[in-house]
């Protein structure tokens, strides 16, 4: 099994910064991508951010604000979330594809349980 633990999450005021970290343990044999996603209360789930390798992928909403990256050596993903905006309120998740066993090229997907972000005006 895999484990997913975020952290980082809290209350800050708008325009302030925050940054989610997700460390990732269990039965790792790699990591294909990790990423964060993000619902707020009576919306869907939506895509944030993806690191696959030195390739990072953005929403919209998250471009030129927030920042992606990885420690592979401690399977662990970052979300340096900056300028924030009250519409950045709420739940964060991280997410991660993950090979369990070298000889089973599988990818399994996995969630955290979530860290809140509140962005006060």
């Known amino acids: 099994q895999v484990q997913l633990v975020e952290s980082g999450g809290g209350l800050v005021q708008a325009g302030g910064s925050l940054r989610l970290s997700c460390a990732a343990s269990?039965?790792?044999?790699?990591?294909?991508?990790m990423g964060w996603y993000r619902q707020a209360p009576g919306k869907q789930r939506e895509f944030v951010a993806v690191?696959?390798?030195?390739?990072?992928n953005y929403a919209d909403s998250a471009k030129g604000r927030f920042t992606i990256s990885r420690d592979n050596a401690k399977n662990t993903v970052y979300l340096q979330m900056n300028s924030l905006k009250p519409e950045d309120t709420a739940v964060y998740y991280c997410?991660?594809?993950?090979?369990?066993?070298?000889?089973?090229?599988?990818?399994?997907?996995?969630w955290g349980q979530g860290t809140q972000v509140t962005v006060s005006s």
């Open positions: 690191i696959t390798g030195n390739s990072t």
């Open positions: 269990g039965s790792i044999f790699s990591i294909n991508d």
């Open positions: 997410n991660a594809r993950i090979q369990q066993t070298r000889s089973i090229y599988v990818l399994h997907n996995y």
